[in-house]
């Protein structure tokens, strides 16, 4: 079998970007009667050690740290997937581990080529999450809402052509509380010049991110 070029669209591929929302919290106190000069002390320190006194409020968040992508899937589902890829998958640099975590598998099998990425990013809070994902679907505008995974899902499945070469990308993406779950599926048939149908990669696309959001919330804390 022949070495064959991949398309320059498909050379470019995910660009890890981290918008992240930092929140505050304020101390709040109540009310307390001035104590004369030789007891303030000893109130202050009364005061400090009850159960009752106010402290600082701790940011709650279901997920504090990016799971490991690579991991997210079982080895049949990228077989299924991606033809000929290594199950393993190929981690992506990125500019914040801790909060975003991407991992890649392609493979060209015969003429045919897939490519599959998982992405997690983890936000300060649930409304940033919201946030975020209202932005990234309003973006992508074009397809429809996925139920039943997280707390929220979209897909959209997108056809372009460089030089007569036709490439079918479908996107998933997914909040569940404070995190965000995104999947990039694409494929393309460099004999035929073709892309697969919207339904396979959609299918795919769909699928990928039931696994990987099954995964993130296997290790919530």
Do not use: H
């Amino acid at each position: 079998m022949r070495s064959l070029p991949l398309p320059l669209a498909l050379t470019a591929r995910l660009s890890p970007v981290v918008v992240l929302a930092a929140a505050g919290w304020a101390l709040s106190s109540g009310p307390a009667a001035t104590p004369a000069a030789e007891d303030r002390t000893a109130t202050q320190k009364t005061e400090a050690d009850s159960p009752s006194a106010p402290a600082t409020a701790a940011v709650s968040k279901t997920y504090s740290a990016a799971p490991s992508p690579c991991g997210s899937l079982a080895a049949k589902s990228i077989k299924d997937l991606v033809p000929g890829a290594k199950p393993a998958g190929k981690e992506l640099p990125s500019t914040d581990s801790k909060l975003r975590r991407t991992c890649s598998w392609n493979a060209l099998k015969g003429y045919d080529y897939r490519w599959l990425d998982v992405s997690f990013e983890i936000t300060a809070s649930d409304e940033a999450a919201q946030e975020s994902f209202k932005e990234r679907v309003a973006a992508k505008s074009g397809g429809g809402d996925v139920p039943g995974i997280g707390d929220a899902g979209y897909s959209v499945v997108n056809l372009t052509t460089e030089d007569k070469q036709q490439t079918r990308e479908g996107v998933v993406m997914v909040r569940s509380s404070n995190a965000l779950v995104s999947i990039t599926y694409s494929g393309s048939d460099f004999e035929s010049k073709k892309a697969p149908g919207t339904d396979e990669i959609n299918k795919g696309a769909i699928k990928a991110a039931k696994e990987a959001v099954a995964s993130l919330e296997e290790g919530k804390e």
